[in-house]
Protein backbone atom coordinates (compact mmCIF):
# COMPACT_ATOMS: atom_id res chain seq x y z
CA UNK A 1 0.00 0.00 0.00
CA UNK A 2 1.29 3.30 -0.84
CA UNK A 3 1.52 6.25 1.89
CA UNK A 4 3.94 6.76 5.06
CA UNK A 5 1.75 5.73 7.64
CA UNK A 6 2.52 3.06 9.34
CA UNK A 7 0.12 0.31 10.47
CA UNK A 8 1.17 -1.95 13.68
CA UNK A 9 -1.44 -4.58 12.48
CA UNK A 10 -0.51 -7.74 11.19
CA UNK A 11 -0.73 -7.95 7.31
CA UNK A 12 -3.81 -9.51 5.36
CA UNK A 13 -2.46 -13.30 3.87
CA UNK A 14 -2.68 -13.42 -0.21
CA UNK A 15 -0.62 -13.16 -3.24
CA UNK A 16 -0.85 -12.51 -6.62
CA UNK A 17 -0.62 -15.35 -9.15
CA UNK A 18 0.16 -14.94 -12.52
CA UNK A 19 -2.00 -17.18 -15.75
CA UNK A 20 1.24 -17.65 -18.12
CA UNK A 21 -0.13 -20.55 -19.84
CA UNK A 22 -3.70 -20.24 -21.73
CA UNK A 23 -5.00 -21.26 -25.07
CA UNK A 24 -7.23 -19.70 -27.90
CA UNK A 25 -7.39 -16.66 -29.07
CA UNK A 26 -6.38 -14.14 -26.51
CA UNK A 27 -7.08 -10.27 -26.59
CA UNK A 28 -4.58 -7.65 -27.90
CA UNK A 29 -2.96 -5.42 -25.72
CA UNK A 30 -5.90 -2.56 -24.65
CA UNK A 31 -6.47 -0.14 -21.58
CA UNK A 32 -10.09 1.00 -20.81
CA UNK A 33 -12.11 -2.41 -21.07
CA UNK A 34 -14.32 -4.09 -18.70
CA UNK A 35 -14.88 -7.26 -17.08
CA UNK A 36 -17.73 -9.19 -15.69
CA UNK A 37 -18.28 -12.53 -14.23
CA UNK A 38 -20.68 -15.39 -14.78
CA UNK A 39 -19.71 -18.50 -13.02
CA UNK A 40 -16.39 -19.09 -14.80
CA UNK A 41 -16.63 -17.23 -17.46
CA UNK A 42 -15.10 -13.76 -17.32
CA UNK A 43 -16.66 -12.00 -20.37
CA UNK A 44 -14.17 -8.58 -21.62
CA UNK A 45 -15.35 -5.75 -23.72
CA UNK A 46 -14.08 -3.29 -25.45
CA UNK A 47 -11.18 -0.65 -24.44
CA UNK A 48 -8.41 -0.42 -26.89
CA UNK A 49 -4.51 0.74 -28.00
CA UNK A 50 -4.36 1.60 -31.57
CA UNK A 51 -8.10 2.58 -31.41
CA UNK A 52 -11.02 1.77 -29.51
CA UNK A 53 -12.24 -1.98 -30.24
CA UNK A 54 -15.75 -3.53 -30.13
CA UNK A 55 -14.25 -7.04 -29.07
CA UNK A 56 -15.86 -9.41 -26.95
CA UNK A 57 -13.39 -11.97 -25.54
CA UNK A 58 -14.41 -14.82 -22.71
CA UNK A 59 -12.00 -16.40 -20.71
CA UNK A 60 -12.95 -20.14 -19.18
CA UNK A 61 -11.07 -19.94 -15.92
CA UNK A 62 -12.00 -23.61 -14.81
CA UNK A 63 -9.55 -24.63 -18.43
CA UNK A 64 -7.93 -21.17 -18.51
CA UNK A 65 -9.04 -20.86 -22.78
CA UNK A 66 -10.08 -17.76 -24.61
CA UNK A 67 -12.65 -17.99 -27.30
CA UNK A 68 -14.77 -15.29 -29.10
CA UNK A 69 -18.14 -16.07 -29.14
CA UNK A 70 -19.88 -15.42 -32.66
CA UNK A 71 -22.39 -12.79 -31.56
CA UNK A 72 -25.38 -11.20 -33.39
CA UNK A 73 -27.86 -8.69 -33.24
CA UNK A 74 -27.21 -4.89 -32.64
CA UNK A 75 -23.76 -5.07 -31.88
CA UNK A 76 -22.58 -1.30 -30.07
CA UNK A 77 -19.32 0.10 -31.37
CA UNK A 78 -16.08 0.31 -29.39
CA UNK A 79 -15.95 1.73 -26.67
CA UNK A 80 -13.88 2.70 -23.96
CA UNK A 81 -14.40 3.66 -19.92
CA UNK A 82 -18.01 2.56 -19.73
CA UNK A 83 -20.27 0.75 -17.48
CA UNK A 84 -20.38 -2.99 -17.79
CA UNK A 85 -22.66 -4.73 -15.33
CA UNK A 86 -23.98 -8.78 -15.06
CA UNK A 87 -27.69 -9.74 -13.86
CA UNK A 88 -27.75 -13.72 -13.94
CA UNK A 89 -26.70 -14.41 -18.35
CA UNK A 90 -27.89 -10.79 -19.25
CA UNK A 91 -25.40 -8.24 -19.21
CA UNK A 92 -26.02 -4.46 -19.86
CA UNK A 93 -22.98 -1.97 -21.27
CA UNK A 94 -24.02 2.05 -20.53
CA UNK A 95 -21.98 5.27 -21.93
CA UNK A 96 -18.17 5.05 -22.46
CA UNK A 97 -15.71 7.04 -25.29
CA UNK A 98 -16.27 5.64 -28.77
CA UNK A 99 -13.30 8.40 -29.92
CA UNK A 100 -11.80 11.05 -28.56
CA UNK A 101 -14.27 13.94 -27.42
CA UNK A 102 -17.08 12.44 -28.29
CA UNK A 103 -18.94 10.33 -25.51
CA UNK A 104 -22.19 8.11 -25.67
CA UNK A 105 -25.29 7.66 -23.44
CA UNK A 106 -26.39 4.23 -25.17
CA UNK A 107 -27.72 1.41 -23.39
CA UNK A 108 -27.05 -2.43 -25.17
CA UNK A 109 -27.86 -5.53 -23.80
CA UNK A 110 -25.54 -8.87 -24.71
CA UNK A 111 -27.60 -11.92 -23.76
CA UNK A 112 -24.94 -14.14 -23.08
CA UNK A 113 -27.38 -17.82 -23.11
CA UNK A 114 -26.74 -17.19 -27.23
CA UNK A 115 -24.36 -14.37 -26.99
CA UNK A 116 -26.73 -11.73 -28.57
CA UNK A 117 -26.62 -8.07 -29.01
CA UNK A 118 -30.13 -6.06 -28.07
CA UNK A 119 -30.02 -1.75 -27.97
CA UNK A 120 -32.26 -1.02 -25.15
CA UNK A 121 -34.28 2.57 -25.30
CA UNK A 122 -35.72 2.93 -21.78
CA UNK A 123 -38.27 5.54 -21.21
CA UNK A 124 -37.65 8.98 -19.98
CA UNK A 125 -35.16 11.43 -20.53
CA UNK A 126 -31.46 9.30 -20.22
CA UNK A 127 -28.06 10.30 -18.43
CA UNK A 128 -26.48 12.51 -20.96
CA UNK A 129 -23.03 10.85 -22.97
CA UNK A 130 -20.30 10.62 -20.38
CA UNK A 131 -16.99 8.39 -19.82
CA UNK A 132 -15.43 6.99 -16.39
CA UNK A 133 -18.97 6.86 -14.11
CA UNK A 134 -19.48 4.00 -12.60
CA UNK A 135 -22.35 1.15 -13.28
CA UNK A 136 -23.43 -1.61 -10.26
CA UNK A 137 -26.45 -3.67 -9.75
CA UNK A 138 -27.52 -2.92 -6.27
CA UNK A 139 -30.56 -5.52 -6.32
CA UNK A 140 -32.65 -5.23 -9.16
CA UNK A 141 -31.71 -1.53 -9.67
CA UNK A 142 -28.98 -0.95 -12.30
CA UNK A 143 -27.00 2.39 -10.96
CA UNK A 144 -25.03 4.80 -12.85
CA UNK A 145 -23.02 7.67 -10.84
CA UNK A 146 -20.84 10.30 -11.74
CA UNK A 147 -18.24 10.35 -14.94
CA UNK A 148 -17.02 13.08 -17.22
CA UNK A 149 -19.05 14.61 -19.86
CA UNK A 150 -18.02 16.76 -22.94
CA UNK A 151 -19.56 20.15 -22.44
CA UNK A 152 -18.42 20.95 -26.24
CA UNK A 153 -20.88 19.98 -29.29
CA UNK A 154 -17.65 19.68 -31.34
CA UNK A 155 -15.72 16.83 -30.28
CA UNK A 156 -12.39 18.18 -31.24
CA UNK A 157 -13.15 20.47 -28.76
CA UNK A 158 -12.88 18.88 -25.25
CA UNK A 159 -14.47 21.28 -22.35
CA UNK A 160 -14.34 18.25 -19.35
CA UNK A 161 -17.22 18.60 -17.09
CA UNK A 162 -16.86 16.27 -13.70
CA UNK A 163 -20.48 14.69 -13.09
CA UNK A 164 -21.79 13.78 -9.49
CA UNK A 165 -25.34 12.91 -10.56
CA UNK A 166 -27.56 9.31 -9.83
CA UNK A 167 -29.11 7.66 -12.54
CA UNK A 168 -31.60 4.18 -11.91
CA UNK A 169 -32.89 1.71 -13.74
CA UNK A 170 -35.49 -0.88 -12.50
CA UNK A 171 -34.33 -3.94 -14.46
CA UNK A 172 -36.65 -6.93 -12.69
CA UNK A 173 -38.45 -9.06 -15.08
CA UNK A 174 -41.48 -7.76 -15.89
CA UNK A 175 -40.89 -4.25 -15.90
CA UNK A 176 -40.64 -1.75 -18.23
CA UNK A 177 -37.27 0.02 -18.55
CA UNK A 178 -37.66 3.70 -17.54
CA UNK A 179 -34.44 5.71 -17.00
CA UNK A 180 -34.97 7.53 -13.21
CA UNK A 181 -33.23 10.52 -11.68
CA UNK A 182 -34.38 10.03 -7.92
CA UNK A 183 -33.57 12.49 -4.78
CA UNK A 184 -30.72 11.35 -2.50
CA UNK A 185 -30.90 12.66 1.22
CA UNK A 186 -27.26 13.98 2.94
CA UNK A 187 -24.42 15.57 1.07
CA UNK A 188 -23.62 14.13 -2.05
CA UNK A 189 -19.87 13.40 -2.95
CA UNK A 190 -18.12 15.99 -4.93
CA UNK A 191 -18.30 15.13 -8.87
CA UNK A 192 -15.25 13.07 -10.11
CA UNK A 193 -14.75 10.22 -13.25
CA UNK A 194 -12.60 7.33 -12.80
CA UNK A 195 -13.86 6.01 -9.54
CA UNK A 196 -14.29 2.64 -8.63
CA UNK A 197 -17.70 1.31 -7.27
CA UNK A 198 -19.05 -1.68 -5.50
CA UNK A 199 -21.77 -2.95 -3.95
CA UNK A 200 -22.16 -4.20 -0.71
CA UNK A 201 -25.71 -5.34 0.58
CA UNK A 202 -27.89 -2.45 -0.17
CA UNK A 203 -25.53 -0.15 -0.28
CA UNK A 204 -22.88 1.22 -3.06
CA UNK A 205 -19.58 2.14 -2.10
CA UNK A 206 -17.51 4.93 -3.77
CA UNK A 207 -13.71 5.38 -3.27
CA UNK A 208 -11.74 7.76 -5.07
CA UNK A 209 -11.53 8.84 -8.57
CA UNK A 210 -10.81 12.39 -10.29
CA UNK A 211 -12.05 15.69 -10.38
CA UNK A 212 -8.65 17.86 -11.35
CA UNK A 213 -6.75 15.89 -8.52
CA UNK A 214 -7.22 12.49 -7.14
CA UNK A 215 -9.34 11.73 -4.39
CA UNK A 216 -9.30 9.16 -1.57
CA UNK A 217 -12.50 9.36 0.06
CA UNK A 218 -15.33 6.24 0.64
CA UNK A 219 -18.57 7.16 0.48
CA UNK A 220 -21.52 5.09 1.24
CA UNK A 221 -24.91 5.25 -0.87
CA UNK A 222 -27.80 3.02 1.17
CA UNK A 223 -30.16 2.43 -1.96
CA UNK A 224 -33.33 1.28 0.15
CA UNK A 225 -32.61 4.50 2.39
CA UNK A 226 -32.08 6.95 -0.25
CA UNK A 227 -29.43 8.55 1.39
CA UNK A 228 -25.58 9.59 0.81
CA UNK A 229 -23.31 9.33 3.45
CA UNK A 230 -19.32 10.08 3.74
CA UNK A 231 -17.53 7.41 5.75
CA UNK A 232 -14.63 8.36 8.10
CA UNK A 233 -12.96 5.19 7.66
CA UNK A 234 -9.89 3.73 10.31
CA UNK A 235 -6.19 2.36 9.59
CA UNK A 236 -3.68 3.59 7.18
CA UNK A 237 -5.84 5.32 4.00
CA UNK A 238 -3.92 4.80 0.94
CA UNK A 239 -2.56 7.38 -1.44
CA UNK A 240 -5.55 8.92 -3.70
CA UNK A 241 -5.80 7.28 -6.96
CA UNK A 242 -8.04 7.02 -10.15
CA UNK A 243 -8.88 4.81 -13.02
CA UNK A 244 -8.38 1.97 -10.52
CA UNK A 245 -10.35 -1.18 -10.56
CA UNK A 246 -11.99 -2.42 -7.30
CA UNK A 247 -14.02 -6.14 -6.55
CA UNK A 248 -15.97 -7.20 -3.16
CA UNK A 249 -14.36 -10.59 -2.02
CA UNK A 250 -16.82 -11.30 1.42
CA UNK A 251 -16.87 -8.55 3.58
CA UNK A 252 -13.46 -6.57 2.33
CA UNK A 253 -12.98 -4.42 -1.33
CA UNK A 254 -9.99 -5.04 -2.64
CA UNK A 255 -8.69 -1.71 -4.94
CA UNK A 256 -5.60 -2.50 -7.23
CA UNK A 257 -3.90 -0.32 -9.58
CA UNK A 258 -4.90 3.24 -11.13
CA UNK A 259 -2.35 5.66 -11.36
CA UNK A 260 -1.79 8.26 -8.38
CA UNK A 261 0.03 11.69 -7.39
CA UNK A 262 3.95 11.38 -7.58
CA UNK A 263 4.83 12.03 -3.82
CA UNK A 264 7.03 14.81 -2.49
CA UNK A 265 10.77 13.66 -1.41
CA UNK A 266 9.53 13.51 2.23
CA UNK A 267 6.69 11.43 1.28
CA UNK A 268 4.06 14.17 1.55
CA UNK A 269 1.24 14.81 -0.74
CA UNK A 270 1.92 17.49 -2.91
CA UNK A 271 -0.60 20.31 -3.27
CA UNK A 272 -0.71 21.00 -6.57
CA UNK A 273 -0.49 17.55 -8.73
CA UNK A 274 1.77 18.23 -11.43
CA UNK A 275 2.91 14.38 -11.86
CA UNK A 276 1.11 11.12 -11.33
CA UNK A 277 2.08 7.57 -12.10
CA UNK A 278 0.70 4.18 -12.51
CA UNK A 279 0.74 2.03 -9.18
CA UNK A 280 0.31 -1.65 -8.72
CA UNK A 281 -0.36 -1.63 -5.46
CA UNK A 282 -3.42 -2.69 -3.46
CA UNK A 283 -5.71 -1.34 -0.92
CA UNK A 284 -8.01 -3.39 1.13
CA UNK A 285 -11.27 -1.78 3.20
CA UNK A 286 -13.23 -4.14 5.26
CA UNK A 287 -16.57 -3.02 4.61
CA UNK A 288 -18.01 -4.51 8.08
CA UNK A 289 -15.37 -2.10 10.54
CA UNK A 290 -14.95 0.59 7.60
CA UNK A 291 -11.05 -0.08 8.72
CA UNK A 292 -8.14 -0.19 5.87
CA UNK A 293 -6.49 -3.03 6.84
CA UNK A 294 -2.97 -3.42 6.10
CA UNK A 295 -1.65 -5.37 2.87
CA UNK A 296 1.36 -7.76 2.32
CA UNK A 297 4.35 -6.24 0.33
CA UNK A 298 4.14 -8.43 -3.17
CA UNK A 299 2.40 -7.04 -5.27
CA UNK A 300 1.67 -7.78 -9.15
CA UNK A 301 4.55 -6.67 -11.36
CA UNK A 302 3.76 -3.62 -13.26
CA UNK A 303 0.67 -1.94 -12.86
CA UNK A 304 -2.71 -1.08 -15.16
CA UNK A 305 -4.20 2.45 -15.40
CA UNK A 306 -7.56 1.69 -16.39
CA UNK A 307 -7.26 -2.24 -16.21
CA UNK A 308 -10.27 -4.83 -15.34
CA UNK A 309 -10.77 -6.70 -12.20
CA UNK A 310 -13.47 -9.26 -12.14
CA UNK A 311 -13.58 -11.66 -9.06
CA UNK A 312 -9.67 -11.23 -7.86
CA UNK A 313 -8.47 -11.43 -11.50
CA UNK A 314 -6.58 -8.52 -13.28
CA UNK A 315 -6.35 -8.06 -17.07
CA UNK A 316 -4.04 -5.58 -19.10
CA UNK A 317 -4.22 -2.42 -18.56
CA UNK A 318 -1.60 0.50 -18.80
CA UNK A 319 1.90 0.25 -16.88
CA UNK A 320 5.02 2.33 -17.01
CA UNK A 321 3.52 5.74 -17.12
CA UNK A 322 1.15 5.32 -19.08
CA UNK A 323 3.86 3.83 -22.07
CA UNK A 324 2.64 0.83 -22.74
CA UNK A 325 -0.32 -1.57 -22.78
CA UNK A 326 -0.47 -5.04 -21.74
CA UNK A 327 -2.42 -8.17 -21.81
CA UNK A 328 -1.70 -10.37 -18.98
CA UNK A 329 -3.83 -12.37 -16.45
CA UNK A 330 -3.16 -12.65 -12.93
CA UNK A 331 -5.55 -13.59 -10.23
CA UNK A 332 -5.07 -12.85 -6.23
CA UNK A 333 -5.55 -15.60 -3.78
CA UNK A 334 -6.94 -13.77 -0.82
CA UNK A 335 -7.76 -17.19 1.73
CA UNK A 336 -7.04 -20.73 2.28
CA UNK A 337 -8.51 -22.68 0.05
CA UNK A 338 -11.71 -24.96 1.70
CA UNK A 339 -11.90 -28.38 2.50
CA UNK A 340 -12.64 -31.49 -0.01
CA UNK A 341 -15.04 -33.27 0.34
CA UNK A 342 -14.68 -36.56 2.14
CA UNK A 343 -11.98 -38.87 0.23
CA UNK A 344 -13.53 -41.45 -1.93
CA UNK A 345 -12.33 -44.87 -2.92
CA UNK A 346 -11.79 -45.66 -6.55
CA UNK A 347 -10.27 -49.16 -6.38
CA UNK A 348 -9.30 -51.23 -3.18
CA UNK A 349 -6.58 -54.03 -3.55
CA UNK A 350 -4.45 -56.15 -1.02
CA UNK A 351 -2.17 -53.70 -0.57
CA UNK A 352 -3.00 -50.49 -1.92
CA UNK A 353 -5.94 -48.10 -2.05
CA UNK A 354 -6.42 -45.77 -4.79
CA UNK A 355 -8.28 -42.72 -3.48
CA UNK A 356 -10.32 -39.93 -5.44
CA UNK A 357 -11.23 -36.50 -4.00
CA UNK A 358 -13.28 -33.09 -5.40
CA UNK A 359 -10.89 -30.47 -7.08
CA UNK A 360 -10.95 -27.30 -5.05
CA UNK A 361 -10.21 -24.79 -7.71
CA UNK A 362 -8.14 -22.26 -5.38
CA UNK A 363 -6.03 -25.08 -4.54
CA UNK A 364 -2.16 -25.77 -5.85
CA UNK A 365 -1.52 -29.49 -4.41
CA UNK A 366 -3.15 -31.49 -1.36
CA UNK A 367 -2.22 -33.15 1.86
CA UNK A 368 -3.37 -36.71 2.34
CA UNK A 369 -2.60 -37.45 5.77
CA UNK A 370 -3.29 -41.63 6.88
CA UNK A 371 -4.28 -42.86 9.99
CA UNK A 372 -4.68 -46.81 11.17
CA UNK A 373 -8.20 -47.15 11.88
CA UNK A 374 -7.83 -49.32 15.74
CA UNK A 375 -11.18 -50.94 17.15
CA UNK A 376 -10.91 -54.09 19.52
CA UNK A 377 -12.70 -55.74 16.45
CA UNK A 378 -13.78 -54.51 13.37
CA UNK A 379 -17.77 -54.35 12.63
CA UNK A 380 -18.78 -57.13 10.52
CA UNK A 381 -20.84 -55.88 7.53
CA UNK A 382 -24.55 -56.54 7.85
CA UNK A 383 -25.61 -59.55 5.36
CA UNK A 384 -28.00 -59.33 2.47
CA UNK A 385 -30.51 -61.38 1.62
CA UNK A 386 -30.86 -62.91 -2.30
CA UNK A 387 -33.40 -61.59 -4.52
CA UNK A 388 -33.94 -58.33 -5.66
CA UNK A 389 -36.03 -57.13 -2.82
CA UNK A 390 -34.59 -53.73 -1.66
CA UNK A 391 -33.77 -54.58 1.76
CA UNK A 392 -31.00 -52.02 2.86
CA UNK A 393 -27.27 -52.03 3.49
CA UNK A 394 -25.92 -49.30 5.51
CA UNK A 395 -22.56 -47.79 4.33
CA UNK A 396 -21.06 -44.85 2.92
CA UNK A 397 -21.56 -44.44 -0.98
CA UNK A 398 -18.06 -44.83 -0.95
CA UNK A 399 -17.43 -47.95 0.62
CA UNK A 400 -16.00 -46.15 3.86
CA UNK A 401 -16.17 -48.47 7.19
CA UNK A 402 -18.51 -47.27 10.08
CA UNK A 403 -17.80 -47.99 13.42
CA UNK A 404 -20.48 -50.78 15.12
CA UNK A 405 -22.49 -49.28 17.93
CA UNK A 406 -20.34 -49.26 21.54
CA UNK A 407 -17.32 -49.77 20.26
CA UNK A 408 -14.96 -47.47 21.34
CA UNK A 409 -11.61 -46.32 19.04
CA UNK A 410 -8.10 -46.00 20.33
CA UNK A 411 -6.61 -42.54 19.11
CA UNK A 412 -3.95 -42.83 17.00
CA UNK A 413 -1.77 -40.40 15.04
CA UNK A 414 -2.34 -39.07 11.53
CA UNK A 415 0.78 -39.36 9.40
CA UNK A 416 1.42 -38.01 6.15
CA UNK A 417 1.06 -39.82 2.66
CA UNK A 418 2.12 -37.77 0.17
CA UNK A 419 1.65 -33.93 -1.37
CA UNK A 420 -0.45 -34.12 -4.43
CA UNK A 421 -0.73 -32.08 -7.27
CA UNK A 422 -3.83 -33.76 -8.78
CA UNK A 423 -6.96 -34.96 -7.03
CA UNK A 424 -6.06 -38.73 -7.58
CA UNK A 425 -3.45 -40.94 -5.87
CA UNK A 426 -2.61 -45.01 -5.08
CA UNK A 427 -1.67 -45.26 -1.55
CA UNK A 428 1.21 -48.29 -1.14
CA UNK A 429 2.02 -47.13 1.90
CA UNK A 430 3.33 -44.14 4.30
CA UNK A 431 6.18 -42.86 6.78
CA UNK A 432 6.21 -42.50 10.28
CA UNK A 433 8.89 -41.12 12.66
CA UNK A 434 10.87 -43.31 15.21
CA UNK A 435 13.73 -42.86 17.64
CA UNK A 436 16.48 -42.21 15.17
CA UNK A 437 20.30 -43.76 16.22
CA UNK A 438 21.19 -40.78 18.39
CA UNK A 439 19.87 -39.56 21.35
CA UNK A 440 17.05 -36.90 20.34
CA UNK A 441 16.71 -37.88 16.57
CA UNK A 442 14.07 -38.69 14.64
CA UNK A 443 14.23 -40.72 11.36
CA UNK A 444 11.44 -41.73 8.72
CA UNK A 445 10.63 -45.33 8.19
CA UNK A 446 8.18 -46.01 5.49
CA UNK A 447 4.99 -48.37 6.46
CA UNK A 448 3.53 -50.56 3.80
CA UNK A 449 -0.58 -51.08 3.45
CA UNK A 450 -1.39 -54.90 5.03
CA UNK A 451 -4.21 -56.82 3.47
CA UNK A 452 -7.45 -57.38 5.47
CA UNK A 453 -6.30 -53.74 7.00
CA UNK A 454 -8.53 -50.74 7.74
CA UNK A 455 -7.05 -47.30 7.73
CA UNK A 456 -8.65 -43.77 7.89
CA UNK A 457 -8.06 -41.29 5.48
CA UNK A 458 -7.81 -37.57 5.24
CA UNK A 459 -7.02 -34.55 2.67
CA UNK A 460 -6.65 -31.22 2.86
CA UNK A 461 -6.09 -27.99 0.35
CA UNK A 462 -3.10 -25.78 0.02
CA UNK A 463 -2.27 -22.81 -1.68
CA UNK A 464 -0.07 -19.22 -1.71
CA UNK A 465 -2.03 -18.34 1.40
CA UNK A 466 -1.62 -21.58 3.47
CA UNK A 467 -3.24 -25.01 4.34
CA UNK A 468 -7.41 -25.11 4.49
CA UNK A 469 -9.30 -27.34 6.99
CA UNK A 470 -9.37 -31.47 6.06
CA UNK A 471 -12.09 -32.76 4.60
CA UNK A 472 -14.38 -35.38 6.67
CA UNK A 473 -12.54 -38.90 8.07
CA UNK A 474 -13.01 -41.59 5.48
CA UNK A 475 -12.23 -44.99 6.15
CA UNK A 476 -11.20 -48.08 3.95
CA UNK A 477 -10.26 -51.47 4.00
CA UNK A 478 -7.91 -53.72 1.82
CA UNK A 479 -8.87 -56.86 0.32
CA UNK A 480 -7.39 -60.26 1.17
CA UNK A 481 -6.00 -62.40 -0.73
CA UNK A 482 -7.75 -65.21 -2.95
CA UNK A 483 -10.74 -62.70 -3.49
CA UNK A 484 -11.83 -61.37 -7.24
CA UNK A 485 -10.96 -58.33 -8.30
CA UNK A 486 -13.93 -55.62 -9.33
CA UNK A 487 -15.82 -55.92 -12.31
CA UNK A 488 -15.21 -53.44 -15.30
CA UNK A 489 -16.16 -51.94 -18.53
CA UNK A 490 -19.27 -51.39 -17.06
CA UNK A 491 -22.34 -49.80 -19.53
CA UNK A 492 -25.69 -48.12 -18.44
CA UNK A 493 -28.73 -47.37 -20.72
CA UNK A 494 -32.17 -46.81 -20.57
CA UNK A 495 -34.57 -49.54 -21.73
CA UNK A 496 -38.16 -49.69 -21.41
CA UNK A 497 -38.24 -51.65 -18.25
CA UNK A 498 -35.50 -49.38 -16.87
CA UNK A 499 -32.02 -49.28 -16.43
CA UNK A 500 -29.75 -51.89 -18.35
CA UNK A 501 -26.71 -52.94 -17.04
CA UNK A 502 -23.81 -54.87 -18.23
CA UNK A 503 -20.55 -55.74 -17.16
CA UNK A 504 -17.22 -57.98 -17.97
CA UNK A 505 -15.54 -60.05 -15.56
CA UNK A 506 -12.94 -59.06 -13.37
CA UNK A 507 -9.21 -59.23 -14.58
CA UNK A 508 -8.63 -60.99 -11.53
CA UNK A 509 -11.02 -63.91 -10.85
CA UNK A 510 -8.94 -65.96 -8.32
CA UNK A 511 -10.94 -68.93 -9.13
CA UNK A 512 -14.14 -69.11 -10.56
CA UNK A 513 -17.09 -66.22 -10.55
CA UNK A 514 -20.31 -68.01 -9.43
CA UNK A 515 -21.91 -64.68 -8.72
CA UNK A 516 -22.22 -61.15 -9.30
CA UNK A 517 -24.40 -58.63 -7.25
CA UNK A 518 -25.77 -55.43 -8.28
CA UNK A 519 -26.53 -52.79 -5.26
CA UNK A 520 -28.41 -49.43 -5.81
CA UNK A 521 -27.97 -46.10 -3.53
CA UNK A 522 -31.26 -45.28 -1.75
CA UNK A 523 -32.51 -42.07 -0.92
CA UNK A 524 -31.26 -41.09 2.91
CA UNK A 525 -33.71 -41.74 5.67
CA UNK A 526 -34.78 -39.42 8.17
CA UNK A 527 -33.25 -41.64 10.70
CA UNK A 528 -30.12 -41.96 8.49
CA UNK A 529 -26.40 -41.33 10.21
CA UNK A 530 -24.78 -38.02 8.25
CA UNK A 531 -22.26 -38.89 5.71
CA UNK A 532 -23.82 -42.25 5.01
CA UNK A 533 -26.32 -43.99 2.13
CA UNK A 534 -28.47 -46.92 2.22
CA UNK A 535 -27.80 -49.30 -0.63
CA UNK A 536 -29.71 -52.22 -1.56
CA UNK A 537 -29.06 -55.25 -3.47
CA UNK A 538 -31.18 -55.14 -6.70
CA UNK A 539 -29.92 -57.83 -8.59
CA UNK A 540 -28.17 -61.09 -7.51
CA UNK A 541 -27.10 -64.14 -10.24
CA UNK A 542 -24.16 -65.66 -12.61
CA UNK A 543 -25.15 -63.34 -15.37
CA UNK A 544 -23.26 -60.23 -16.45
CA UNK A 545 -25.91 -58.12 -17.11
CA UNK A 546 -29.46 -56.65 -15.70
CA UNK A 547 -32.45 -54.96 -15.35
CA UNK A 548 -33.23 -52.77 -12.96
CA UNK A 549 -36.83 -51.33 -12.71
CA UNK A 550 -38.34 -48.38 -12.85
CA UNK A 551 -40.11 -48.96 -9.36
CA UNK A 552 -36.54 -49.99 -7.76
CA UNK A 553 -35.29 -46.72 -9.74
CA UNK A 554 -37.71 -44.74 -7.76
CA UNK A 555 -35.95 -45.38 -4.88
CA UNK A 556 -32.92 -44.61 -5.76
CA UNK A 557 -31.21 -41.42 -4.49
CA UNK A 558 -29.40 -38.89 -6.84
CA UNK A 559 -25.64 -37.60 -6.02
CA UNK A 560 -24.95 -34.06 -6.63
CA UNK A 561 -21.51 -34.02 -5.38
CA UNK A 562 -20.71 -32.78 -8.86
CA UNK A 563 -23.21 -33.75 -11.85
CA UNK A 564 -26.47 -35.09 -10.90
CA UNK A 565 -25.90 -39.25 -10.97
CA UNK A 566 -27.69 -42.53 -9.61
CA UNK A 567 -25.15 -44.88 -8.12
CA UNK A 568 -24.92 -48.32 -8.44
CA UNK A 569 -21.98 -50.49 -7.20
CA UNK A 570 -21.52 -54.37 -8.39
CA UNK A 571 -19.30 -56.67 -7.29
CA UNK A 572 -17.82 -60.42 -8.10
CA UNK A 573 -17.95 -63.52 -6.03
CA UNK A 574 -15.97 -66.84 -5.99
CA UNK A 575 -15.51 -69.36 -4.17
CA UNK A 576 -13.74 -67.52 -0.88
CA UNK A 577 -16.49 -64.71 -1.16
CA UNK A 578 -16.82 -61.23 -2.65
CA UNK A 579 -14.14 -59.07 -3.82
CA UNK A 580 -14.44 -55.51 -3.84
CA UNK A 581 -17.02 -53.65 -6.10
CA UNK A 582 -17.15 -50.88 -8.80
CA UNK A 583 -19.06 -48.53 -8.20
CA UNK A 584 -20.72 -46.18 -11.32
CA UNK A 585 -22.51 -42.72 -11.65
CA UNK A 586 -24.75 -42.83 -14.20
CA UNK A 587 -25.41 -39.17 -15.08
CA UNK A 588 -29.24 -38.16 -15.54
CA UNK A 589 -30.40 -35.11 -17.15
CA UNK A 590 -30.42 -31.84 -14.86
CA UNK A 591 -33.58 -30.00 -14.35
CA UNK A 592 -34.31 -27.14 -17.25
CA UNK A 593 -33.53 -24.55 -15.19
CA UNK A 594 -30.18 -26.34 -14.52
CA UNK A 595 -29.42 -27.18 -18.48
CA UNK A 596 -30.30 -23.24 -18.90
CA UNK A 597 -27.62 -22.29 -16.51
CA UNK A 598 -25.19 -24.69 -17.55
CA UNK A 599 -25.47 -23.21 -21.44
CA UNK A 600 -24.05 -20.06 -20.55
CA UNK A 601 -20.39 -21.82 -19.40
CA UNK A 602 -20.18 -23.61 -23.12
CA UNK A 603 -18.51 -22.65 -25.80
CA UNK A 604 -20.35 -22.14 -28.88
CA UNK A 605 -18.90 -24.83 -30.43
CA UNK A 606 -18.62 -27.12 -27.51
CA UNK A 607 -19.70 -30.92 -27.56
CA UNK A 608 -22.50 -31.92 -25.93
CA UNK A 609 -22.18 -34.12 -23.14
CA UNK A 610 -23.21 -38.16 -24.02
CA UNK A 611 -26.32 -39.66 -22.96
CA UNK A 612 -26.72 -42.66 -20.16
CA UNK A 613 -23.10 -41.75 -19.83
CA UNK A 614 -21.89 -43.87 -16.43
CA UNK A 615 -18.63 -42.54 -14.76
CA UNK A 616 -16.90 -45.35 -13.14
CA UNK A 617 -15.26 -45.44 -10.01
CA UNK A 618 -14.50 -48.93 -8.13
CA UNK A 619 -15.20 -49.27 -4.14
CA UNK A 620 -14.97 -52.10 -1.93
CA UNK A 621 -17.14 -54.14 -0.81
Excluded at 322 to 329: E, K, P, R
Excluded at 352 to 360: K, P
Excluded at 568 to 588: C, E, S
Aim: contains cysteine; charged residues 20%; neutral net charge.
Amino acid sequence: MDGAVEDSRPPLNFKWKKISTTTGPAPKPRHGHKAVAIKELIIIFGGGNDGIVDELHVLNTATNQWFAPQVRGEKPSGCAAFGFICDGVRLLIFGGMVEFGRYSNDLYELLASRWEWRHLTPLNEPPCPRLGHSFNLVGQKAIIFGGLANESNDPKLNIPKYLNDVFMLEIREGTSLQWQCPVFEGTTPAPRESHAAVTFGNRLVIYGGMNGHRLSDVWLLDVDKMSWSPVATQGSVPIPRSLHSAVVIKNRMYSYGGWVPVLAEDGALPVHETEWRCTNSIACLNLDTLTWEQCPPYPRPGGPGGGALSKGGAHSGRVWNNQVCCNDLWYLETEIPPAPTRVQLVRAGTNSLELLWTTISSADCYLLQIQQYNFAGLPQKPKIEGGAAIKAEVGDPNGSILPATGQKEVVMQWHDVDIVRGTQYTVTGYQIPVEGDKAGEQKMVRVELQPGKAYKFRVCAINSCGSGPFSEMAAFKTCMPGFPGAPSAIRISKSTEGAHLSWEPPANSAGTITEYSVYLGLKPQPSAQPGTMAFARVYCGPGSSCIVSHSQLASAHVDTTSKPAIIFRIAAKNDKGYGPATQVRWLQDPKPADKAAAAVAKRPSATPPPDDGAKRQKTGP
